[in-house]
């Protein structure tokens, strides 16, 4: 640690963030490396080091000879003061070198309202914003995450995107900036032969037309580039790299603990949902192999929690046993193990007994919608009858605390629909009072609502999301209509949510609203200790742009959308007729019951897809 560091590092909070020397942080000889990754989370350390796939890329690169791959966290306000003040810039949590002389930077983009910390790190780091600014060969800066699937908000500024899962795609990245370096290549020839990896979207290869109205011309691709970038998934998940040696923070993180991921991927085809479609098709790990990778994993890092981590943890098949082989170890070295992503149609008190026998946390369901003629419309697949049954069965085993989380709308809801979630918290809490074995100790019942956000590459990619107006015209009347000392009512506020809509559908242009809110001050967006809704306002003004046009509009089927250009693998017409079965309120069954036809298993060389998770 330079000493200027030192010197600043106790005027901020929780300079623990910044110091690294964590234990299996991985340094490495600056003489003995040729590359150099970084490896950038636009959020606090907290958030960041919780995220498996930084952890998963991070311990992968770093097995690559000749690679060195760093992490880097967006600094909270106090410290990027105390940088700018004393002309720090942004450095690599293991060695403390400025991130601008690496190679290669790149974001880990999970949720768009991390967007003015992508420009707020390539400023601390003394690098233009836009690609087309930095025309040598270093750095270049990659992109890549479920944002990355509608990339067009952030493309004046990333010199390419990565689409899917990162542990192939990037050692591929990595030779060849190798090659272009040890041949003298240029940025521009570099990034035209980066354009042929597949899974690799270069913006720069691309030019985006306007109609009159608006809306999308056209993306026409340029001479070498493709004209369709398809997602790349890791083809034998179950051998792929995981991280058994796991860096252990020397603070506090959100999740801290070991993660196992069980599989990839999701059965379901909630139709709001963008990780289902996005994660397709479903893998799953071998149980003797993840039952052997926890346990290495916390024996190496002395955690005491462990997690199963999935979209729909218990959708894998192997689940019972799985816990049970973890458990067989966990319980005599005092290590709890925890069930994330329940659904109500297969909860299993006999699981849940032997996984919270100590200790019984409380539930958490997601049934999205209040009626079950919505729950259909958005193929949840789940009825109240589920719902009810399994927390009978909760509360009878001696729970006496579930959240109940729903979103206020989606596609088709009415003001029925809204009341129908009072209704359903009211029969859980009559379901409850007859089944518990201790009425004295009372229950808590918590619903939070959020409001949709159309998402690209879904069955509502087309979607309107409602007004700011109307979302809460909804809350109000589910709140004047929730009744019960025992039910409590959260709701999101829908600045936010407007806001993600707007990024999520953006186009091009959007990018200049980014930038003019970012030299305004915005940062953190997320948090709302830094959020300011009417900064956001008057860049949009500034910039003669509608946010209304690309959050409140329906698309029509032949409009072209901003990232026609991108594929999930999920064909168009099966999204478009999801929605149209969305419309009629008919459920598509999940992909154990029928291959639906979605376009994922030709992800797979011989097009087979595993749903056997």
């Given amino acids: 640690m330079n000493r200027t560091l030192e010197h600043i590092l106790p005027r901020v909070q929780k300079p623990a963030r910044y110091t690294g020397g964590e234990y299996n942080a991985v340094v490495k000889d600056r003489r003995a490396v040729d590359v150099r990754y970084a490896l950038c989370f636009p959020d606090t350390y907290e958030i960041g080091m919780s995220n498996l ?8 690169m770093n097995e690559m000879d000749g690679v060195w791959c760093e992490r880097v966290f967006a600094p909270w306000g106090d410290m990027e003061e105390e940088m700018r003040r ?47 600014e930095r025309t040598e060969l270093s750095p270049i800066v990659v992109a890549g995450g479920t944002c990355a699937f509608n990339p067009e908000p952030l493309a004046p500024f990333v010199d390419l995107f990565v689409l899917g899962e990162g542990e192939d795609v990037s050692v591929e990245i990595i030779q060849l900036y190798r090659q272009a370096r040890e041949e003298g290549w240029g940025k521009e020839e570099f990034l035209t032969a980066a354009a042929r990896i597949p899974g690799v979207y270069v913006p720069s290869l691309y030019e985006v037309s306007y109609h009159g109205d608006g809306t999308v011309a056209a993306v026409t691709p340029l001479e070498g580039a493709p004209a369709r970038v398809t997602k790349r998934i890791v083809q ?32 379901r085809g909630c139709r709001f949902c963008q990780a289902g479609y996005a994660y397709r098709p479903v893998r799953p790990r071998n149980p003797q192999r993840l039952v052997q990778q926890g346990i290495e994993a916390c024996r190496d890092s002395g955690y005491q929690e462990m997690t199963l981590s999935s979209l729909s943890t218990s959708d894998y098949r192997a689940l019972e046993g799985l816990c049970d082989g973890l458990l067989e170890w966990c319980e005599p070295n005092k290590v709890s193990l925890s069930l994330p992503s329940l659904r109500a149609d297969n909860f299993s008190l006999g699981l849940m007994e032997r996984v919270q026998h100590v200790r019984k946390s409380g539930l958490t369901f997601a049934p999205e919608a209040g009626t079950q003629r919505l729950r259909d419309a958005i193929n949840k697949n789940v009825t109240e009858e589920e719902i009810l049954r399994s927390c009978r069965t909760a509360f009878s085993g001696g729970w006496s605390s579930v ?148 959050a409140n509009r329906v698309r029509e089927k032949d409009e072209v959308l901003p990232w026609s250009v991108t594929s999930t693998g999920v064909t168009t017409p099966f999204l478009w007729r999801e929605r149209e079965r969305a419309y009629q309120a008919v459920i598509t069954p999940d992909c154990r019951v029928q291959c639906t036809g979605c376009g994922a298993d030709k992800l797979y060389p011989g097009g087979k897809c595993d749903a056997e998770a």
């Fill in 86 to 132: 004393e002309g720090i810039p942004l450095y690599g949590l293991e060695s403390g070198d400025s991130i601008a002389d690496f190679d290669l930077i790149g974001f880990s983009l999970g949720y768009e309202m991390a967007y003015t910390n992508v420009l707020n790190m390539l400023d601390l780091a003394g690098l233009p914003l836009r690609s087309g």
């Fill in 403 to 550: 959240k109940l989380y729903f979103m206020l709308g989606l596609p088709t809801e009415t003001d029925e629909d809204v009341l129908g979630i009072a209704e359903l918290a009211e029969k859980v809490y009559k379901a409850w009072k007859e089944c518990t074995p201790n009425p004295k100790r009372g229950v808590t019942i918590t619903v939070s609502t959020a409001c949709f956000v159309p998402k690209p590459h879904t069955a509502f990619q087309w979607e309107a999301q409602v007004s700011m107006e109307e979302y809460r015209r909804r809350v109000k009347l589910l709140r004047d209509n929730m009744r019960g000392r025992s039910i409590r009512y959260n709701w999101h506020d829908p600045d936010t949510s407007f806001l993600e809509a707007v990024f999520s559908r953006g186009d091009r242009r959007v990018a200049d609203v980014i930038e003019e809110a970012w030299r305004q001050g915005a940062k953190f967006d997320a948090w709302s200790e830094y959020f300011d809704f009417d900064r956001w306002m008057a860049a949009f003004g500034a910039c003669g742009l509608d946010p209304a046009f690309y």
């Fill in 53 to 60: 796939g930084v952890r998963i890329l991070y311990g992968l």
């Fill in 236 to 267: 034998d998940f179950d051998k792929s790299y995981f991280p058994v040696k796991t860096i252990v923070p020397s603070t506090e993180i959100v999740h801290d603990r070991v993660m196992l991921e069980v599989f990839r991927g999701c059965i």
